[in-house]
């Protein structure tokens, strides 16, 4: 048994720079740095931390390249470094009213105060593969201008004046605002700890969520009201100075969706809200998770639970990329002793199925 675990250190220890040596690649090809990583693959990066729960991009960057682009190893990376992290209080809510906007669209009004800002955006573009970016291609650098610092009201607020979709619920500062990453997950589970769950879920996961609930596996009819991109300042409240410091800012990307009537025999029929909002430029995480924060509403808001985006439990136990890697990939470790257990078990019921077969088959011989 000795040898056998040195063996397996000797041959981990190997594979580990068989990793490092796969990772580098060929060595006359300029290797990647952080910087190439966050400024070329901007949106991979955004992803990492948003997952990641993190919002540092030299990190993610880091962790992109460390996993050699694999995006939910990099989102394994930086969530254990962030576990290492000292926890010195929480932000003050941040105003994405106040969001210096970069891109902001609306697909319910062609004309809203502030008006629409494309932004950087595939929406556009022709799915052509371009040979000259092959070829080092710079583009001309366009004509941008500063981020609006204009104040942007939300599309939502518009509808809200007039009553016409329901109230965005009111926050109250003395309710303790559960925490995912410390706390075990119970059911049923609020908003805040939905929302949590979502925000860190796996893309690819809210993504099939939200187009099934679009193909009628829910109630959900929605309207993209707004998604919104810029960056967002942060504020720290320091109890020895009594007022809030800013910290700096980070890019967010807002989506607000705008679902279908609701209404009883004492409430007026008003649309109904979706919520989503990510680290980065990530506008399809956020437009996925709004969706599915809608169809997770079902039961707040009294409609019948049938489809499994609707689920609770089955969205949030399932959402996080990190724990199903854990759990499908651990089938590749050892498991000699269980499949010897069961392998036993069946030849056990082999040999009693077969000589319960036997012995008809003799006796209709005998006959």
Do not use: W
């Not at 860190?200 to 099939?208: K, V």
């Not at 100075?241 to 967010?252: K, R, T």
């Amino acid at each position: 048994m000795y040898v056998a675990v040195k063996g397996g250190e000797r041959a981990i220890e190997n594979a580990h720079r068989l990793l490092a040596h796969e990772r580098r690649g060929d060595r006359d090809v300029p290797e990647l740095s952080l910087a190439q990583i966050s400024e070329q693959l901007s949106l991979g990066v955004d992803r990492v931390m948003t997952e990641g729960s993190l919002y540092d991009r030299e990190l993610a960057a880091l962790a992109i390249k460390q996993a050699r682009g694999d995006l939910i190893e990099a989102i394994f990376l930086v969530r254990a470094f962030r576990a290492t992290l000292p926890r010195f209080g929480a932000t003050e809510p941040v105003d994405t009213g106040a969001m210096q906007v970069r891109r902001r669209i609306s697909s319910t009004f062609k004309d809203v105060p502030g008006g629409q800002i494309l932004g950087p955006t595939f929406d556009y573009t022709h799915r052509l593969l371009d040979p000259q970016l092959a070829d080092g291609f710079s583009p001309e650098v366009p004509a941008i201008g500063e981020a609006s610092t204009a104040a942007t009201p939300r599309v939502t607020d518009i509808l809200g004046r007039d009553g016409l979709i329901e109230p965005s619920p009111a926050a109250d500062a003395d309710a303790p605002v559960g925490d995912l990453t410390r706390e075990p997950l119970n059911f049923p589970a609020d908003r805040d700890l939905r929302l949590q769950n979502l925000a860190r879920a796996d893309e690819g996961f809210l993504l099939a969520l939200g187009y099934s609930s679009q193909r009628g596996y829910g109630r959900n009819h929605p309207f993209a009201g707004e998604i919104r991109f810029g960056e967002v300042e942060v504020e720290f409240m320091a109890e020895d100075a009594g007022f809030a410091v800013p910290l700096g800012s980070v890019a967010l990307t807002e989506c607000q969706m705008v679902n279908q009537f609701k209404g009883s025999a004492t409430e007026a029929p008003c649309f109904t809200r979706g919520y989503g909002l990510a680290f980065g430029q990530s506008e399809r995480k956020t437009m996925s998770m709004a969706l599915v924060d809608r169809s997770l509403r079902a039961r707040e808001l009294g409609e019948e639970v049938i489809a499994p985006g609707q689920d609770e439990e089955f969205v949030m136990s399932h959402s996080d990329n990190v724990q199903a890697t854990g759990f499908v990939e651990h089938l590749k470790l050892p498991h000699y002793v269980d499949f010897q257990s069961e392998l036993g078990l069946l030849r056990k019921l082999r040999k009693e199925f077969a000589e319960a077969n036997e012995a008809p088959q003799m006796q209709e011989a005998a006959e």
